[in-house]
């Protein structure tokens, strides 16, 4: 079989506003590999079907330069590098196994890595934290796996048990991030459905009316549009709050800090709000020590060895479609916003960090 076209999504520029499609990345179709021959070195090749679009690519985009010196990305994750021929632009994604030389890793069977390549084909060295087997749950699409049954679900799902400490009647504050369903994130959508399932009161804000009628439907009992209504004001109403499950910071933070009750828990997921704008600074900060507050930080993969098997029993059951469970966590409009071909990744990034997306968004490379 001769050499095939292995396109790929390159990282061309850092942004300085919103990412650019064409301009910020870039669709190179310069690469070939072949399927049969290509050196494996006891690895195994992965045809990419699909890939996850999410906010914190815009963290690894930005840069600064550390204390010592160190280029380091504002997120939490090492940043992109620029045009690079050996650091490719990843993100998590599903694929299929084509050709394998790793005794545990079957051809046919299908991975999910957090790391994978915006390309459509992957040589994958081995398995590992990043790289996992999985099984697809009857009736569920493999683009689930990097939604509702991959990082989004499992952040909101490894988060709330491990950090929130809810108890029936205390009051939880959920701030949305970018555009997904109705411009209201998976992970904030999944969050409102656990704090309503472990008896609090949910407080929840959004940036339009539309998603404010959107988080009442999936269990808000009080829901707002922070750019119309005074964040504070809610929270003064309605709160003290117990439990502030945070993808926004900046200024919404602030508020949260000041209407916290004593021993309250803060669950910092993100602070969008500052990806393509910058940070506001704290005012309240040292509020949190007369309160006793608790600030946690966290990512989802030290914490799902944990909880894995309680997740995907509890999400993948409540995911098939016609499920009688009685608290179903992923509703009928759970829907997902696709875009066709590896080339729409920039356009798909934009949606994300725009607000535009109206579903959770997924590239989809290829089918089996």
Known sequence: MPPITNARVLFNTRPDGYPVPGETTVYDTSETIDLETDPLNGGFIVKVLVLSIDPYFRG???????PYGLIV??????????????????????????????AQVAVGKHVYCAVMPHQ???????????VRLIERHPGLPWSIYVGALGMPGQT???????????????????????????????VEWLVIQLAKADGTKVIASAGSEEKVEFMKSIGADVAFNYKTTDTREVLEKEGPIDIFWDNVGGDILDAAIENAATFGRFIECGSISGYNTG???????????????HMHGFLVWPLLPKYEEEFYATLARSSRVGSSSDFVFLPREYSEERWEGLEKVGDAILAVQNGTSKAKAVVIVAEE
């Open 120 to 130: 459509q084909y992957v040589v994958i060295p081995e398995l590992g934290e990043y």
């Open 156 to 186: 909101a799902f490894c988060g709330w048990k491990a950090y929130s400490e809810a108890k029936p009647g205390e009051v939880t504050f959920v701030t949305t991030g970018a555009g997904e369903h109705l411009s209201i994130s998976l």
């Open 73 to 102: 990305s504002v997120s939490f994750q090492i940043p992109y590098r620029l045009q690079s021929k050996t650091d490719w632009f990843d993100g998590f994604g599903v694929g299929v196994v084509l050709r394998s030389e790793n």
């Open 60 to 66: 690894r985009m930005k840069v600064r330069k550390s």
């Open 279 to 293: 940070q506001t600074p704290l005012k309240n900060f040292s509020l949190m020590v007369g309160k006793c507050l």
